[in-house]
T-cell receptor, first 115, second 112 residues
């Protein structure tokens, strides 16, 4: 158990819908990362937050948005869902950004299936 | 450009043998970190080992060790005395600009 929690574990929804994935980082971790893992794309970095502020953006679609709240938990919002959004979505957290603090610990993931 | 290359898409290894998973990297950053993660079929992503670019000694964590050759830009994972539970996907990653750059992974299957 990494200490990172993600809810829900599984999510089945229809095209065009909107869903929210939730992540609680390990105690003491300030940085949160979101990843998408699909069979054909591998592991794709989406976005990173550090202490409530966005720090880095990867291959995140405009239909997707995220935020990190004052209590450091984070939410990833996926809207206008398409079949191709079906994937495993991971949240990870790290202590900080400095060398020695940047090891990312992953949550169990949310499996999203868009029908 | 920052890049991680894992040249072995899949490997079969006999139980109890040692196994080396290859990882080469390309970066212009003077300081970087290299990571290995394991992803079993259940899906979770498990951190295994970390090597900082300025670390003089190769990192070790139990049966895992990282064979870091800076001049050759390689960071191979060595698993000693492999076990059936080691069957999984293994990913090499490199820290760059607060992000991790990921390799495509190696699928390791341990044969009894």
């Amino acid at each position: 158990d990494s200490g990172v929690t993600q809810t829900p574990k599984h999510l089945i929804t229809a095209t065009g819908q909107r869903v929210t994935l939730r992540c609680s980082p390990r105690s003491g971790d300030l940085s949160v990362y979101w990843y998408q893992q699909s069979l054909d794309q591998g592991l794709q970095f989406l976005i990173q937050y550090y202490n409530g502020e966005e720090r880095a953006k990867g291959n995140i679609l405009e239909r997707f948005s995220a935020q990190q709240f004052p209590d450091l938990h984070s939410e990833l919002n996926l809207s206008s869902l398409e079949l191709g959004d079906s994937a495993l979505y991971f949240c990870a957290s790290s202590r900080g950004l400095a060398e020695g603090q940047e090891t990312q610990y992953f949550g169990p993931g949310t499996r999203l299936l868009v029908l | 450009a920052q890049k991680i290359t894992q040249t072995q898409p899949g490997m079969f290894v006999q139980e109890k043998e040692a196994v080396t998973l290859d990882c080469t990297y390309d970066t212009s950053d003077p300081s970087y970190g290299l990571f290995w993660y394991k992803q079993p079929s259940s899906g979770e992503m498990i951190f295994l080992i970390y090597q900082g670019s300025y670390d003089q000694q190769n990192a070790t964590e139990g049966r895992y060790s990282l064979n870091f050759q800076k001049a050759r830009k390689s960071a191979n994972l060595v698993i000693s005395a492999s076990q059936l539970g080691d069957s999984a996907m293994y990913f090499c990653a490199m820290r760059s600009n607060y992000q991790l750059i990921w390799g495509a992974g190696t699928k390791l299957i341990i044969k009894p």
